[in-house]
Structures are given as structure tokens and as C-alpha cells.
């Protein structure tokens, strides 16, 4: 019998660290679905059978994560939808928000647009905008810890915070994305939470619960949080690249890779990342247990 069998998956993963595990997006689309959602966001046809086949493909194609939204608590559908586009790149990253009477509307957008500067299809969003696994459908730990927390935030930041489907790792929840940044979080409580949401509107990053940000690869998230736990940086002061693979270390199996994160006062640092093997268990409630690996990071190194 599995030490795990029978927990919630987000209690089976308590002991898992969190940096490194954000999904890797830089392009959203979030559409307003007030109704019921479906397992999967596009293939189970909950925005209607008349566009979900385009809408996957051209989502697809531009390499942009469909998101279903809503405003925490339950209200009476107006019949007109808010659609946010988001480029949630670490440099440059923005937020427009239209509205739309008809959901075939979304087909008129280039979503390609999103892999550029704003393209003034909709209003610029200045503030940063709160999205809040409540995806139960998908996995009841989403539900069950994440709508606490989206009514928690709602209350602090009015006309800020959305419900949303699946954004990826039930098994940190409460699992939570600000906008347009990137900046992902896991296992929240209401205080983190608002903590997170007040530093970022500072311009700031607060380290509780973060997983990294999503428009980073796993290795480039790992080295920023490493370098964020030891030196003072806005939400702006880094810029992280990826490293080509190192022949010398590649050999040690436990190797994933390494990052260069550079300060915009013109510090410089190294980070390498490795894994750590954890005991199986379930990713999701209800699944069975599969091997957990979670990355690491060696001692940042100063460079000249």
C-alpha cells in the first residue's frame, strides 16, 4: 500500500518544492464562461461545437493557453463576455481586455498578436489582474482550496480576481497566476495571497508560495528564485537566460541545466539546477502513483 493512497493530491505533494513547477505560457487567452466547465477547456466543446475546433487550432498554432474565467461567487449572466489577451513574456509583458457579445468574436482575433508589443484591440490593463484555480472538474483540490482564496482576494481587490480553469499543477493548490507578469503560486493561504498581489502592485516579488514565473523553462525559473531568495530585486530587476548544456557536468545524471541571471545594476549570477527524486505518488486525486522528481538549485555563483 502506497503511503499516499486515499490523500488529496495537493496533501500527498506537500513535501514537493514549488520553484520550477509554473507552466510554461506566454500567451492567454481568458474568456468569461460563467456556466458549467468541462474536464478539458477546448475539448470538451463547453465554449459550443460551432468554433472549439478552430479555437484549438488557431490556439495551437500561436502557441496560447486557453483559459476559461469567471468572478468568484455566482451572478446572472448578461450575455456579454470580458476576453483578456495576455503576453505574459518576463520582459515586456502585457494586458488588454475587450468584451464580446458573441463567442464566434474570438475567431476575428489574431492571436499570433500576442507573441508582440500590444496591439490595441482592446483596453491596456495597467493593474495587475488575478487568476485563481477553481477548476473542479478537473481536480477537486482546485475547487475545493482554490475558491476560498479567489473570494478571500476578490474582497481585497475588487474588479481584479477571476476563477479560472486548469492553469497547470493541482498538486500545489491553491494554485494562483498574476497577470500580466507570470508570476505563479502555490499552496497559499489567503494572507500569502494578498501578500503576493500587493507586492507585485509595488512592483515587487513575494517569495512565499512562488513557483517562478511562466514565461521561464523550469531551469530559468529555479535560478531567479534562487537568486530572489538571497538578493533584493524588483519585480523588473532580472533578466534570466538559459545556458547552452555544459559537456563538463552533463554526465551526472541529476544535471538538468544552468542559468545566467543578470541584475540591471550589473550583477551577475550563475545557477545550476538538478533533481531530486521524491517517493511516487499521485499527481491527481483519484490517480495512481507515478515517480516525482523536483528541481534544485546548487549555490548561486557571483560572476565578474
Not at 41 to 68: F, H, N, S
Not at 273 to 299: E, F, H, I, N, W
Request: hydrophobic share 40%; aromatic share 4%.
Amino acid at each position: 500500500m502506497n503511503a499516499f493512497d486515499g490523500l488529496p493530491c495537493s496533501s500527498a505533494s506537500a513535501d514537493v518544492p514549488l520553484p520550477g513547477t509554473a507552466t510554461r505560457v506566454s500567451g492567454w487567452l481568458c474568456v468569461e464562461h460563467p456556466g458549467a466547465w468541462g474536464r478539458d477547456v477546448i475539448g470538451d466543446e463547453v465554449l459550443g461545437p460551432g468554433i472549439t475546433a478552430e479555437l484549438a487550432a488557431r490556439t495551437t498554432a500561436a502557441r496560447v493557453r486557453p483559459t476559461l474565467i469567471r468572478r468568484p461567487g455566482r451572478s446572472e449572466f448578461t450575455g456579454v463576455r470580458t476576453v483578456l489577451l495576455v503576453n505574459s513574456r518576463a520582459e515586456g509583458g502585457w494586458c488588454e481586455r475587450l468584451e464580446i457579445a458573441d463567442l464566434k468574436q474570438l475567431l476575428d482575433i489574431d492571436l499570433h498578436l500576442l507573441d508582440g508589443p500590444p496591439p490595441g484591440l482592446g483596453e491596456l490593463v495597467t493593474d495587475p489582474l488575478v487568476l485563481v484555480c477553481a477548476h473542479g472538474k478537473r481536480d477537486q483540490c482546485c475547487a475545493m482550496l482554490g475558491r476560498p482564496i479567489a473570494a478571500a482576494l476578490s474582497a481585497a481587490h475588487p474588479g481584479r480576481v477571476w476563477e479560472c480553469s486548469h492553469t497547470g499543477g493541482h498538486r500545489f493548490a491553491p494554485a494562483m497566476v498574476l497577470l500580466p507578469s507570470g508570476l505563479t503560486y502555490g499552496r497559499v493561504d489567503a494572507a500569502a495571497a494578498n501578500a503576493a498581489v500587493a507586492a507585485v502592485h509595488r512592483g515587487e516579488v513575494a517569495l512565499t508560495g512562488l513557483r517562478g514565473r511562466s514565461g521561464h523553462n523550469p531551469v530559468e525559473q529555479v535560478a531567479e528564485l534562487a537568486v530572489r531568495a538571497e538578493v533584493a530585486a524588483g519585480l523588473d530587476d532580472l533578466t534570466v537566460r538559459s545556458e547552452p548544456e555544459n559537456n563538463s557536468v552533463a554526465t551526472d545524471p541529476t544535471y538538468v541545466g544552468s542559468a545566467l541571471v543578470s541584475h540591471h545594476d550589473g550583477r551577475r549570477w550563475r545557477v545550476t539546477a538538478r533533481t531530486v527524486a521524491y517517493a511516487p505518488r499521485q499527481a491527481s486525486c483519484g490517480a495512481g502513483p507515478k515517480p516525482v522528481t523536483a528541481l534544485v538549485a546548487d549555490p548561486i555563483q557571483p560572476l565578474p
